[in-house]
């Protein structure tokens, strides 16, 4: 008989789903639990290039491949960190100081 496959095997990211317009995420706070397979999903709604850049510990910058155009998609995977309170920004120009930044709490 063939033995089932681990709960590691078998765990499916967390999926979310954040839009990008000029110049807001929404949603722009999200919560996972610690150590979660996290699977971030940006969709561009906007008419500029957006992209997703998350602060995590030890100074690591988790952004996507590159920048997006508008109406396109890209997802970014990930390890939630241990319990905290990360930002997420846009890397883009200056597109943070006016407004594009976020949340991700892990509890
Ligand atoms: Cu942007």
Redesign the pocket.
Request: glycine share 12%; with cysteine.
């Given at each position: 008989m063939a033995q089932a496959p681990s709960a590691a095997d078998t765990q499916q990211p967390l999926t979310i789903e954040i839009t990008?317009t000029?110049?807001e995420f929404t949603p722009s706070e999200f919560t996972v639990p610690p150590g979660a397979k996290v699977k971030v999903t940006l969709l561009n709604k906007?008419r500029?290039?957006?992209?997703i850049q998350f602060d995590m510990p030890d100074n690591q910058k988790l952004k996507l491949a590159r920048?997006i155009k508008a109406g396109e998609s890209m997802s970014l995977e990930f390890t939630a960190p241990g319990p905290g309170t990360f930002t997420f920004i846009?890397?883009?120009?200056m597109?943070?100081t006016i407004g594009?930044k976020g949340r991700m709490i892990v509890e």
């Open positions: 990008a000029d110049y906007g500029k290039d957006h992209n920048d846009c890397p883009v120009g597109h943070s594009m």
